[in-house]
């Protein structure tokens, strides 16, 4: 406490604060890992696909969450079988705006994108398995804004 004095006595209230904040929250603050390379995400996703993003929904659920979709047209697999994504299929998230975290804040824009996607083994009320396609985690690196370029860098890291 006598330490909080002396830095509000010697550089004001806005120092004292400063000090005082972290104690204020419980917990860590969290935020957006670092970048995550392409290669280093082709190298973790099951499937990878170049996809073109036709149609973004989003429904507002609370103050802090949103439920997204987005509707993928298939243009071409990098990695993973063709029938590992239909030619077109929909992936359904959740977007939190305000989050501090590693979540996405805003669904991906209507356009072509890299789309990283992983096989989730599901299984229903009955007992009964299969796979699924979800999306990379974390998932604001799920998708990359398409580049020719990028396309020809893991299309030779995978030897395709």
Not at 64 to 80: D, E, L, P
Request: proline share 9%; aromatic share 8%.
């Amino acid at each position: 406490m006598r330490r909080i004095l002396h830095v509000f006595s010697t550089f004001g209230l806005a120092a004292a604060l400063f000090l005082l904040l972290p104690v204020s929250r419980p917990g860590p603050l969290e935020a957006l890992p670092p970048y995550i390379p392409l290669a280093d995400r082709l190298k973790e996703s099951d499937v990878v696909i170049v996809g073109d993003i036709v149609k973004v929904t989003l429904k507002k659920l609370n103050s802090t969450t949103s439920a997204g979709n987005i509707q993928i047209r298939v243009v071409r697999t990098i990695k993973g079988s063709n029938t590992d994504a239909p030619p077109e299929f929909s992936v359904s998230f959740l977007v939190f705006p305000k989050s501090l975290e590693s979540r996405l804040r805003k669904p991906p824009p209507v356009g072509r994108h890299f789309i990283f996607l992983k096989k989730k083994k599901v299984r229903d009320k009955n007992g009964k398995t299969g796979i699924v396609v979800v999306l990379y985690r974390p998932h604001p690196f799920s998708y990359e804004p398409y580049e020719k370029e990028s396309r020809k860098k893991m299309e030779a890291l995978i030897g395709k």
